[in-house]
């Protein structure tokens, strides 16, 4: 009882010193919370454990930023594969690193290109945690954790971090460490509007100071509140809201999928909405000659189950998820065209036993719609409200600049949407369901009838998953070939990265100067950044049965061969369910 842990800290450590100390703290807090299950406790003491735990898991966040901080600095995603896993290796196991038996190895960092991209990256890749972990602690780093002094002389005045006061709460561990993050980071998007004021400094010191106390008392909604309730008063008290700000808001940000629909939300300049005003009044003016061709948005003829298991990433041709027996017939320009004046009436408005000569004609200079194009079949008069008409537009005018001959040089895939699916699915010989080019499930139904509509990139594809061969042996890769190999890679192959086919390069896997051929079964798709590691030596890839596979990674335990799991979800269960491509 009353046994110290570790002896605190006097004067200057050295960094082994400190890291056995750390070490011997983890294993005191990992022996205490095994331990806890088996303590007899009652209400009072649990809520005396909880409030320790809690405090122990905000110093512990805090020296995360501290330590976020001071990697930034140094350099850490310069450091060398091999020492970077050695690191691995000596933390996962505690003890050597405690006792004392095992050091921290030396600063090895690798000459020419950085393993990583930046801290970010190396925390991603060597403590496993998701991406908007790690940018915030990389902002928080910035914004609550001085900066190292200059030089070493202790005359030098200590640096203050950006907001000293949330910075505070943080460090004494009183508040949350992630929600003052997220306060520290929303008040930096607000400083071109603080700036401004002659009373700039004053009123940071007043924002946080409101905000470290809601933080000490609250929950994250309401320091939430109170950050809004700022800048609703920054805006009302001549402080506009600057061009830089305003910039920052800008975009298309997709909102998610609610209610059967896909949601976005849109910001641009007055100019700009200018534009679109104009194209919508072009397209909705009642007494325009043209209407939008029909989207899979407006056209009926799916039932809301369909709707809903197959969220097709793309647009699609008019009429293109029309079940209706006569689809809509479409001009070149993709304008439905109706029947022309002096067509017989359709037989629904015949009456029974009516001669054929006596079969009224149409009158309208259009003509009647055809059965499933959504116009009213009595007036002929399209029936899409103004919105649907302006989403079916901007459909439309998307469809067309897409549907360019070329494909981008880096092989991606831009032209189409792309799907993944079974042979035998696709010829109407089974009903399993695809995989579009954004993971995204669609039934083997819809998948015919976009084929038919030439709205997709069929590719037949083997047992194990690799396309037939497409165009020639030449050194750059051709058009038929960059759809194939992203048809099959669906993305940058290298596991764990999500960059699509769109932003990735083709690249050999036995390269063209030591005599690898260019065709599909020797190519792999990479993004641009995995690309030069893989040409620096860090990444080495090997075609399995027509397959790329990642063998290698520097500074990585040598496993089994890899495939990027990310964009092929199936790999995982394969022993639980049928093969998509059995």
Request: aromatic share 4%; proline share 8%; hydrophobic share 35%.
């Amino acid at each position: 009882m009353g046994t110290t842990l570790f002896t605190p800290l006097t004067g200057p450590t050295s960094t082994a010193e400190f890291g056995q100390q750390l070490a011997t703290a983890a294993l005191a807090l990992s022996t205490a919370t095994a331990e806890l299950g088996s303590v007899p406790l009652d209400a009072a003491s649990t809520a005396v454990m909880m409030g320790l735990i809690e405090r122990i898991y905000r110093i512990a966040c805090y020296a995360q930023l501290v330590v976020t901080q001071r990697a930034e600095t140094a350099g850490i995603h310069q450091l060398d594969p091999s020492t970077a896993q050695q690191i691995d290796e000596l933390v996962a196991t505690l003890w050597p690193l405690a006792d004392g038996t095992s050091t921290m190895p030396p600063e090895v960092l690798r000459q020419g290109m950085a393993p990583y991209r930046n801290t970010q990256a190396f925390m991603q890749a060597h403590l496993h945690i998701s991406t908007s972990e790690a940018r915030r602690r990389v902002t928080g780093g910035r914004l609550l954790v001085a900066p190292p002094s200059p030089g070493s002389s202790h005359k030098a005045a200590p640096a203050e971090p950006s907001y000293p006061i949330l910075a505070r709460a943080a460090s004494d561990a009183s508040a949350d460490v992630s929600n003052l993050t997220t306060m520290a980071g929303r008040l930096e998007s607000m400083q071109p509007r603080i700036r401004t004021r002659s009373d700039a400094e004053n009123m940071n010191a007043a924002i946080e100071e409101s905000l470290a106390r809601e933080a000490r008392t609250s929950d994250p909604k309401i320091c939430g509140q109170a950050l809004r309730d700022w800048d609703n008063f920054l805006s009302e008290n001549g402080t506009p809201i600057s061009d830089e700000e305003i910039r920052a808001k800008r975009g298309m940000f997709y909102r998610g999928y609610r209610d059967g629909s896909d949601e976005f939300l849109l910001r641009c300049a007055p100019t700009d909405s200018e534009v679109l005003l104009s194209f919508s009044e072009a397209w909705t003016n009642p007494r325009s000659l043209k209407s939008p061709p029909f989207s899979t948005s407006t056209t009926s003829g799916t039932t809301a189950d369909e709707e809903m298991s197959v969220p097709v990433d793309g647009p699609t041709r008019a009429g293109g998820r029309s079940a209706r027996p006569d689809p809509l017939e479409s001009s070149a320009s993709g304008t439905p065209t109706f029947s022309p004046s002096g067509t017989p009436a359709p037989e629904w408005a015949r009456a029974a036993g009516t001669d054929e000569a006596d079969i009224p004609l149409s009158e309208l200079e259009c003509g009647l719609p055809p059965e499933g194009s959504g116009s009213d079949p009595m007036t002929g008069f399209d029936v899409r409200t103004n919105p649907q008409l302006l989403l079916d537009a901007l459909i439309a005018a998307c469809t067309g600049a897409i549907n360019g001959a070329g494909i981008a040089e880096s092989g991606g895939m831009r032209v189409r949407v792309g799907v993944l699916i079974d042979y035998r699915s696709l010829l109407g010989q089974c009903e399993d369901a695809g995989l579009t080019a954004h993971n995204r499930p669609i039934s083997a139904a819809n998948i015919r009838r976009l084929a038919c509509d030439g709205d997709i990139l069929p590719a037949v594809m083997g047992e194990n998953g690799a396309v037939l061969e497409l165009g020639r042996e030449i050194r750059g890769f051709t058009n038929a070939q960059r759809r194939a190999i992203a048809i099959r890679d669906r993305g940058c192959v290298i596991p764990g990265c999500m960059r699509p086919a769109s932003m990735s390069e083709c690249h050999h896997v036995i390269p063209w100067s030591e005599g690898g051929p260019t065709n599909v079964s020797n190519a792999a798709l990479v993004c641009e950044f995995h690309h030069l590691q893989v040409h620096a030596g860090l990444i080495k890839l090997k075609s399995i049965d027509g397959v790329p596979h990642v063998v290698e990674i520097e500074g990585q335990p040598r496993g089994a061969p890899q495939r990027n799991l990310y964009w092929h979800p199936r790999l995982r269960t394969a022993g639980y369910q049928a093969s998509l491509f059995g």
